[in-house]
């Protein structure tokens, strides 16, 4: 395994290879600071040219590298502008936004790039310590664990509502009905579509992210005077947020843990893994009442959780043929087209190959971070820039970005309903996080029930992973229902004595 080890670290620092290692991870942070337009479409696009290539380590160094890196770059639209860059980086916003109007973009920023780094690297590591032990512990899940997962996921909306957890989860069961627009893949039965044809394949996650987030918040920006922070309490904190990760290395590493394992199962994906991992921050850390105000926890925990995912997904994805997301899937179809065949072959003859997608992954963060940390100052100065003149741009990248969903006229229509259901939620004080997080999450509900059913009729209730993870779920459920009920008997005031 050392030389294996060796000789693919020799092959991705080869200059050929590390020269397409260093063209991926610039493709990728671009991609990953524009928002809407999304790593898996530009995988998609660079299929077409990567399936030319004769040398499978290119392939890898191009493509992984591209891949390991989009969610760092997102981070700058999601702390700057509170548009988030990837889909990774939604929860960033919570935390991420309100320190850049305190004037503590610098810190943010440095501490969601450590972050990202550390759960970069943390992912290969784990990818490299799992290769003697994945196929048993891959088996053991089936459709019916994945079910309750995904319900596990949904009811953590409560978690995530704050003080609104009854409306966090209502967002949530909107969420998963707006998932099953569309014609049903297993029947071909259309489903809320009313006949039109642009709804058969579904409402795209895309424009809601956008429509929800983006408008609401361009919309709020274009009324205010001044600019996002003061300049003199802006520019200072870079080595704060270095610290930060450091000082909060017990919180990085368990937020690390759940990207792997999110990325791990097949089909969460990165937009609800750093959802999961906001939400065991905020259950978890003491003095929780900072969160969603600026707490430089809130992007630690979001940061290393979306780039540690990336190791977890390559786990099913190599071992298996087993893509763990989208991006996973363009990749896994690639390393097909080149030769490259995922399985067994992944872990004896083609052992080298695996140790080059670990090292990509390592050395592709390093490259990003610093990257990243060398730009972060002049690309930052758009907090400097008053509110009126920053609209502009990000209403085009926004609207640029939803286009590029489908290449469809009706995309924009779309961005348009889902930017009144945004502002309106956000008006009346209903969370707009748990919707996206159901409508991410619908679909792979519904999948996961009906194969269950298909396979096992109702037996699949008594398993005892289900038990237990359908304890979970109603723990989950129950436990900020009863808190919130409690907080608010305790801000109840007491009637007059007469």
């Known amino acids: 395994m050392l030389e294996a080890a060796l000789a693919g670290l020799i092959g991705v620092v080869q200059p050929e290879a590390f020269m397409f290692m260093c063209l991926g991870v610039l493709i990728g ?9 999304g790593g898996p479409s ?5 299929l077409p040219f990567v399936m030319t290539m004769q040398d499978p380590l290119l392939v890898i160094a191009l493509l992984v590298g591209m891949d390991a890196v989009g969610n760092t770059a997102s981070a700058f639209t999601s702390i700057l502008i509170s548009v988030p860059g990837s889909s990774g980086s939604q929860a960033t916003i919570l935390d991420g936004h309100p320190m850049a109007k305190n004037g503590e973009a610098a810190r943010a920023l440095s501490a969601s790039f450590v972050a990202s ?65 569309g014609l049903d893949a297993k029947s071909g039965v259309e489903r809320f579509a009313f006949n039109v044809s642009y709804f058969w394949e579904g409402i795209d996650l895309v424009l809601v992210a956008l429509g929800i987030f983006a408008i609401p918040e ?30 909060h290395w017990w919180l990085l590493l368990r937020t690390s843990i759940i990207g792997v394992w999110v990325g791990f199962l097949p089909g969460l994906g990165s937009s609800v893994a750093d959802w999961f991992a906001y939400a065991h ?64 072959d992944m872990l004896t003859s083609q052992l080298n190959l695996t140790f080059a997608v670990i090292w990509t992954l390592a050395i592709a963060n390093i490259i990003a971070t610093a990257l990243c940390m060398v730009f972060a100052r002049p690309i930052a100065k758009i907090c400097f820039m008053p509110f009126y003149a920053i609209v502009p741009p990000i209403v085009a ?30 008006r009346y004080g209903w969370p707009r996080a748990p919707l996206v997080l159901g409508m991410v999450l619908g679909d792979k509900m519904e999948l996961y029930l009906w194969l269950s059913y298909t396979r096992y009729g109702f037996d699949w209730l008594t398993r005892p992973a289900v038990l237990a993870l359908v304890a979970l779920l109603i723990v989950s459920i129950l436990y900020p229902l009863l808190t919130a009920r409690a907080r608010k008997k305790e801000a109840r005031p007491l009637p007059l004595e007469a």
């Open 29 to 37: 942070s671009l991609v990953g600071f524009l928002p809407g337009i």
């Open 42 to 46: 530009t995988l998609a696009i660079m």
């Open 117 to 181: 780094l550390l759960g970069g690297i943390f992912g290969a590591l784990v990818l490299f310590a799992s290769l003697p032990i994945l196929r048993p512990l891959v088996l053991s899940f089936s459709s019916p664990e994945f079910f309750i997962l995904t319900l596990w996921g949904v009811s953590m909306v409560g978690i995530l509502s704050g003080n609104a957890p009854v409306k966090g989860l209502l967002a949530g069961i909107v969420g998963v009905f707006i998932s099953t627009v």
């Open 218 to 247: 361009v919309i709020d920006l274009a009324g205010r005077k001044g600019t996002i922070a003061k300049a003199e309490e802006f520019g200072h904190g870079f080595l704060q947020g270095v610290i930060d990760c450091f000082r």
């Open 281 to 344: 921050a905020v259950q978890t850390e003491k003095n929780r009442q900072n969160f969603g105000k600026g707490d430089v926890r809130g992007v630690i925990a979001s940061e290393g959780c979306n780039n540690a995912k990336e190791g977890g997904d390559y786990i099913p994805t190599l071992a298996f043929g087993i893509p763990g997301g989208t991006s996973s899937a363009l990749v896994l179809t690639a390393f097909i087209a080149v030769g490259i065949k995922p399985g067994p």
């Open 397 to 426: 990248f926004v609207f640029i970005g939803a286009f590029a969903a489908n290449f469809h006229t009706y995309d924009l229509t779309a961005l348009m309903i889902f930017s009144s259901l945004g502002f309106f939620m956000r």
